[in-house]
Nanobody, 127 residues
């Protein structure tokens, strides 16, 4: 089992940047695919980005490509999400997730593949 704790959320202006971090505790972090999801008020939770176990491959939702960057440091048991060019529609509760079940890149975006979840960190983009 792995425990996940997100940090780094807050208020940003449109066009600004925020960096989210997720700290993992428990098992060997490199055993897990790591992902970020978000849930805006009144909407379903959606995929943001994911990164393979050793960080060789990363995947993004179309709306985040070119603006967000996911990275991980297995020595520190962390996975980060750098968010640039933020838009008001990026306002949401952002969740870190980990999966020891994913074996295909075609399933990285599927929430059901992730067994472990953090509590979330709020990101608000507003002027």
């Amino acid at each position: 089992q792995v425990q996940l704790v997100e940090s780094g959320g807050g208020l940003a202006q449109p066009g600004g940047s925020l960096r989210l971090s997720c700290a993992a505790a428990g098992r060997i972090f490199s055993n897990y695919v790591a992902g970020w999801f978000r849930q805006a008020p009144g909407k379903e939770r959606e995929f943001v980005a994911a990164i393979s176990r050793y960080g060789r491959n990363s995947y993004y939702a179309d709306a985040m490509k070119g603006r967000f960057t996911i990275s991980r440091d297995n020595a520190k048991n962390t996975v980060d999400l750098q968010m640039n060019s933020l838009k008001p529609e990026d306002t949401a509760l952002y969740f870190c997730a980990a999966s020891d079940a994913i074996s295909s890149s075609s399933t990285y975006y599927q929430q059901g593949q992730y067994r472990y979840w953090g509590q979330g960190t709020q990101v608000t983009v507003s002027s």
